[in-house]
Nanobody, 121 residues
Framework: QVQLVESGGKLVQAGGSLRLSCEFS????????MGWFRQAPGKERESVAT????????SYLDSVKGRFTISRDNVKKWVYLQMNRLTVEDTAVYYC??????????????WGQGTQVTVSS
């Protein structure tokens, strides 16, 4: 089974940087594509960044391109989201998610509890 735990969210000033971490608990890390999603109060959840196995195919939300970087450590089984030049619009709860590449539907079925990122102006 898969379990995800995010950490690293906090209050940060606009223009600052922050790195989020996601710990993957399971023994088949190579089967999963990973993603970071976020949701602000009153807004729909959106995909921020995704990364395949082994990590050579990456996609980003347009508004974070050039500022955010997703990566994965396939030895430690951790996923990271480096966020630079943060803006107030980046304020949200950030979630780590996993997609089983061998599943029939291929959806993001596994989610962490979320970590709050608040950017102050």
């Amino acid at each position: 089974q898969v379990q995800l735990v995010e950490s690293g969210g906090k209050l940060v000033q606009a223009g600052g940087s922050l790195r989020l971490s996601c710990e993957f608990s399971g023994r088949t890390f190579s089967r999963y594509s990973m993603g970071w999603f976020r949701q602000a109060p009153g807004k729909e959840r959106e995909s921020v960044a995704t990364i395949n196995w082994p990590g050579d195919s990456i996609s980003y939300l347009d508004s974070v391109k050039g500022r955010f970087t997703i990566s994965r450590d396939n030895v430690k089984k951790w996923v990271y989201l480096q966020m630079n030049r943060l803006t107030v619009e980046d304020t949200a709860v950030y979630y780590c998610a996993a997609r089983d590449n061998l599943a029939t539907l291929g959806r993001y079925d596994y989610w962490g509890q979320g970590t709050q990122v608040t950017v102050s102006s």
